[in-house]
Structures are given as structure tokens and as C-alpha cells.
């Protein structure tokens, strides 16, 4: 094989040249296109490529350094390892830009996510308000709906003990009436028969006095069947307020009348009654109140206050009166 002289490739390789030299342009740099084309694609990159301006400039800078030595020159190594190295830092300078602001996007969508959810926290929270709001206004207008309605089965049932109450007081001056009348139209036949005249019976005190203001005791105040008080605070307790009643009346006479139910015989209700009114006139006596002021008298089943057809009714009418007289007209 033929080799041609050195001489020879040296010319052949100055003739290439030539028409680059004669031109202006420099012969190819394979180590700072290859550095410059590194800067190239980064800013080339639509992320990267605007971003870590201060360390693409250094770079440039660092390239344009590099462009001016040769590959033989002494910095050529230096100028060369230098471009590299800041090539690669704007790289990282503009990853790190771009990651920071990526982060700063995350951080604002973060925000705007915590900022939302507040919102509808809020607006959950003032739902939730205006339900427990709503629902204690319909709960009080239902309590305040029970208790008009209680009110009114209230009164309702007072008017309706009331009127059994004058309804039975009237039945019971009717009978005391109708009992008067015919003591009265048997006193009269007795005398007819015996050819005397018989003097006019007198009505029963309860009758023909006219009352005044009242306090009951309860049946339940004795030992059923007996004239004996309850030993027990609450017996004791009405018995107080009884004497307490007529103390405060100190002028005024006082009648004690007995009632029971209509249950049993009539002569032992009577007698019972009478017992029992004696009882509670023994109970002022004691408290110092004078006889002479008190006036006992047992009515039995006379004088029902209830309908002695409920056992309801029949508890009403066991009871003990205690009565102001008024003086009459």
C-alpha cells in the first residue's frame, strides 16, 4: 500500500480549509458545540428554558470563553471543564426554579383546597345552626301547643268538678229540703192522728246557716272504716293548717260537718260522719280553740260533693267540712 507524504496530507488538509478561512469561519469545534448544544437544548426546553437566568448567563458567558482558545491552547482543559460546569449548573438552577415553582403552584392550590374546604365548613356549620334553630323553635312551639292544650283540659275539667260540685251541693240542700218537708208532713200527720197539734220542726243547722269560707279534710286523713286520725306528717300537716284556718277567725263560729259515701248502712255513715266531725272538733279543742265556738255534726251520705258511682266520686265524698258561719240577714 502506498502512503502518500506528510507533506502532501498537510496541503490536501489546507486546501479543505481554505475556502472556510477565505470565508471567516472558524474550523469545527467538536467539544464547544457539544457544550454549546447542551445550553442550546436547555433553553430550547418550554419548561426549563426560561427559567435560572442568572446561571444560563454565566454559562454563555463560560461558552464564550471557551470559543475563544483553540484546542491546544494551555486554558483550553481549564476553559472547557469550567463551560461544562456551569452548563450543568443552569441545568440544576433551572430544575430547582422549576421546582420551586411547582411547589409554590402546590402550596397555592393548598391553600385554595383549605380555603374551600373552611367555606364549606362554614356554611355546613350554618346549616347545622339554622336545623337546631329551627327544630328548638318548632320543639318550644309544641311545648308551648302541650301546655295551652294542658291549660285548657285544665280548666276544662275544673269547670267541669265545679259544676258537679254546685251540682251536688244543690242536690244535696234539695234533699235536706225534701228530708225537712217530710219530717215536717210527718210531724204533721203523727199530730193529726193524736188530734194535738205538733209544734213545725226546725231545718238542720247545715241547712238554714248560711257558709262561709271552707276547708276539707279528706277521708283519706282517718283510718278507713274509723273515726281515728292517720299518725303520719301528712295528716298532721292538714290538721295544722285546719287550726291555723279557724284561728284566724277568731269571732266567728265554726261548724264541723262529717260526710261519707253511700255505700254501706245508712245509720252506721251517719254515725261514722258524726264521729268523725267530733274528732276534728277534739283537734281544736286541743289547739285551744273554745267549744262553745265549734259545732260538730255528722250529714252520713246526704250531701254528696261527686257521683258515688265512681270510685273516684265516692273518695270526694268521704270527708270532713270545716265551715265559717256567716251571721245571717
Known sequence: ??????????????????????????????????????????????????????????????????????????DRAQALYIAERRVAAAQYAAQ??????????????????????SRRDADRARQEAERLRLQNTARDEEAQRAQAEQQAQTEQAAGIASNESDQARSLAEARAKAAALAQQEAALTAGMAAGAASPRPTPPPAAREPRGPSMTLSGAAFVPGKASLRNDASTRARINAIVAFVQANPSARIRVEGHTDNQGNPQVNLSLSQQRADAIKNELRAAGIPASQVQAIGLGAEQPVASNATAQGRERNRRVEVIVLRNAN
Open 96 to 117: 430547582a426554579d422549576l421546582a420551586e415553582r411547582q411547589l409554590e403552584q402546590l402550596d397555592r392550590e393548598h391553600d385554595r383546597i383549605l380555603l374551600e374546604a
Open 1 to 74: 500500500m502506498n502512503r502518500l507524504p506528510l507533506c502532501a496530507i498537510l496541503l490536501f488538509a489546507a486546501s479543505r480549509m481554505a475556502p472556510a478561512i477565505a470565508a471567516g469561519e472558524p474550523p469545527k469545534d467538536p467539544e464547544l458545540q457539544r457544550v454549546a448544544g447542551q445550553l442550546a437544548q436547555l433553553e430550547a426546553d418550554p419548561s426549563l428554558g426560561q427559567l435560572g437566568d442568572v446561571d444560563r448567563l454565566k454559562a454563555h458567558q463560560a461558552i464564550d470563553d471557551l470559543a475563544q482558545t483553540t484546542p491546544r491552547s494551555r
